[in-house]
C-alpha cells in the first residue's frame, strides 16, 4: 500500500491526516498549535511531531511507511522560516518526499481543484494568498500586526474589549459586548480583564474566549458588534482584491476560497458577506467557496500531486474529503 499525509499546522490547533493512494483517510492525530514565532521551536516540534505519531498510530501505518507528506504550517511565510520548520520536520518525518507550504495554500488546495486562486484565513490570525496557472504566487500581509494585517479572530476580540472599555468610560457607544464579557468572565469591571491576563500570561485563552462573544452582540442586534465583523471582513477582503488584481488578467474568473474559524464557524456570517460585497468590486468574475472539509486534506493533496508528478484526480480527493468526515469527530 502506498501512503500519505497530510498536516495542518495552525496557531491553535494542528491536524494530521493519513490516507491511502485510493483517498481513504485511515488516521486521524490532533495536537495543540504550532506557531513557532510564538510558542519557540521547540514546543512546535513537539506539538508536530504528536500529530503525526498520533495520526500514524490509529492508521497503524509505520513511520517509514509514508510516500509523500504535505505541510501547511503557520508562520511559515519567509525562507528562513521554511528552514526553520523543515528542520522540525525532518527530526520524525522519514517521507522520502516532503512539501512544506503555508497553511493558507493548503485551504486553496482543499477547495479547488488544482490550488489556482485566492485563498482568505481568519482564523487565530490572517493570510491570504494566491496561485495563478501560470504558478505565480502573491501573499499579502501574513506576519502580523506589523504586515498591516487585521481581522482574524484575535483582532476581533481585542476590538470588542476596546469598544467595552470605551462604553464604560463613556468615550463609546453602549454596546451589548460589555455586559456580555463581564457575564461571560463573572467580572464587576471591564478593566478586570486586564487580570485575567489578557495583555500578559493566559492572553489567548481570554481572546479566544471573547470573539465568538462578538457574533452572539451582532445576532443580538448589536450595531458595533455587527460594524466590528463588517470591518474584519472588509480588511480581509480588500486583501483578496490585490491579489487578484496582481496574479489574473481582468476577466478571468478567480475562486476564492475561505477558511479558519471566523469564516467557517461564525453566525451570523458577517464578515464572509463583508469580504464577498469587496472582492466582487475586482475586474473578474469571483466565486466565492467556503472550506467543506478540513484543510489538512490539502496537504494530503500536495503530497499525493508531488509524488505522481501529477494534479490528483477530482474524485480521489473528493474521497479523501468524505472519509475524513467519519475520523474526525473521533478523539486520538
Same mark, same amino acid.
Given at each position: 500500500?502506498?501512503?500519505?499525509?497530510?498536516?495542518?499546522?495552525?496557531?491553535?490547533?494542528?491536524?494530521?491526516?493519513?490516507?491511502?493512494?485510493?483517498?481513504?483517510?485511515?488516521?486521524?492525530?490532533?495536537?495543540?498549535?504550532?506557531?513557532?514565532?510564538?510558542?519557540?521551536?521547540?514546543?512546535?516540534?513537539?506539538?508536530?511531531?504528536?500529530?503525526?505519531? @498520533? *495520526?500514524?498510530?490509529?492508521? /497503524? +501505518?509505520?513511520? #517509514?511507511?509514508?510516500?509523500?507528506? =504535505?505541510?501547511?504550517?503557520? !508562520?511559515?511565510?519567509?525562507?528562513?522560516?521554511?528552514?526553520?520548520?523543515?528542520?522540525?520536520?525532518?527530526?520524525?518525518?522519514?517521507?522520502?518526499?516532503?512539501?512544506?507550504?503555508?497553511?493558507?495554500?493548503?485551504?486553496? @488546495? *482543499?477547495?479547488?481543484?488544482? /490550488? +489556482?486562486?485566492? #485563498?482568505?484565513?481568519?482564523?487565530? =490570525?490572517?493570510?491570504?494568498? !494566491?496561485?495563478?496557472?501560470?504558478?505565480?504566487?502573491?501573499?499579502?500581509?501574513?506576519?502580523?500586526?506589523?504586515?498591516?494585517?487585521?481581522?482574524?479572530?484575535?483582532?476581533?476580540?481585542?476590538?470588542?474589549?476596546?469598544?467595552?472599555?470605551?462604553?464604560?468610560? /463613556?468615550?463609546?457607544?453602549?454596546?451589548?459586548?460589555?455586559?456580555?464579557?463581564?457575564?461571560?468572565?463573572?467580572?464587576?469591571?471591564?478593566?478586570?480583564?486586564?487580570?485575567?491576563?489578557?495583555?500578559?500570561?493566559?492572553?489567548?485563552?481570554?481572546?479566544?474566549?471573547?470573539?465568538?462573544?462578538?457574533?452572539?452582540?451582532?445576532?443580538?442586534?448589536?450595531?458595533?458588534?455587527?460594524?466590528?465583523?463588517?470591518?474584519?471582513?472588509?480588511?480581509?477582503?480588500?486583501?483578496?482584491?490585490?491579489?487578484?488584481?496582481?496574479?489574473?488578467?481582468?476577466?478571468?474568473?478567480?475562486?476564492?476560497?475561505?477558511?479558519?474559524?471566523?469564516?467557517?464557524?461564525?453566525?451570523?456570517?458577517?464578515?464572509?458577506?463583508?469580504?464577498?460585497?469587496?472582492?466582487?468590486?475586482?475586474?473578474?468574475?469571483?466565486?466565492?467557496?467556503?472550506?467543506?472539509?478540513?484543510?489538512?486534506?490539502?496537504?494530503?493533496?500536495?503530497?499525493?500531486?508531488?509524488?505522481?508528478?501529477?494534479?490528483?484526480?477530482?474524485?480521489?480527493?473528493?474521497?479523501?474529503?468524505?472519509?475524513?468526515?467519519?475520523?474526525?469527530?473521533?478523539?486520538?
Amino acid at each position: 500500500m502506498t501512503y500519505f499525509l497530510g498536516m495542518d499546522g495552525g496557531g491553535s490547533k494542528t491536524i494530521a491526516v493519513v490516507a491511502d493512494a485510493e483517498g481513504d483517510v485511515l488516521g486521524v492525530g490532533r495536537s495543540g498549535g504550532i506557531n513557532f514565532q510564538e510558542i519557540g521551536v521547540r514546543a512546535a516540534r513537539a506539538e508536530l511531531a504528536l500529530a503525526h505519531r @498520533r *495520526a500514524l498510530r490509529v492508521a /497503524g +501505518v509505520r513511520p #517509514a511507511a509514508t510516500a509523500a507528506a =504535505g505541510y501547511g504550517i503557520c !508562520g511559515a511565510d519567509r525562507d528562513k522560516d521554511y528552514a526553520t520548520v523543515m528542520d522540525m520536520i525532518i527530526g520524525f518525518d522519514a517521507s522520502p518526499l516532503r512539501v512544506l507550504v503555508n497553511d493558507t495554500s493548503i485551504a486553496l @488546495r *482543499a477547495g479547488t481543484p488544482d /490550488g +489556482v486562486g485566492v #485563498a482568505c484565513i481568519s482564523g487565530t =490570525g490572517v493570510n491570504v494568498m !494566491g496561485f495563478n496557472r501560470e504558478g505565480r504566487f502573491k501573499r499579502v500581509g501574513g506576519l502580523g500586526p506589523l504586515s498591516a494585517d487585521w481581522g482574524g479572530g484575535t483582532d476581533i476580540a481585542v476590538a470588542a474589549v476596546n469598544a467595552a472599555m470605551k462604553q464604560a468610560e /463613556g468615550r463609546g457607544p453602549n454596546t451589548l459586548l460589555h455586559d456580555l464579557i463581564l457575564e461571560r468572565f463573572g467580572l464587576d469591571d471591564i478593566e478586570d480583564m486586564i487580570e485575567l491576563g489578557f495583555c500578559d500570561v493566559g492572553r489567548e485563552d481570554a481572546i479566544a474566549a471573547v470573539t465568538p462573544l462578538a457574533f452572539r452582540a451582532a445576532a443580538m442586534g448589536d450595531a458595533v458588534a455587527h460594524d466590528i465583523l463588517v470591518r474584519a471582513g472588509s480588511s480581509i477582503g480588500k486583501a483578496a482584491r490585490f491579489v487578484i488584481n496582481d496574479l489574473f488578467a481582468p476577466g478571468e474568473p478567480v475562486t476564492v476560497a475561505l477558511g479558519g474559524s471566523v469564516f467557517m464557524r461564525g453566525r451570523p456570517p458577517v464578515p464572509a458577506d463583508a469580504l464577498a460585497r469587496v472582492v466582487k468590486t475586482a475586474r473578474n468574475p469571483v466565486k466565492i467557496i467556503k472550506l467543506r472539509t478540513e484543510p489538512a486534506v490539502g496537504g494530503v493533496l500536495l503530497a499525493m500531486d508531488g509524488h505522481y508528478g501529477r494534479t490528483t484526480p477530482k474524485a480521489v480527493a473528493e474521497r479523501i474529503a468524505c472519509t475524513l468526515n467519519e475520523h474526525i469527530r473521533t478523539p486520538t
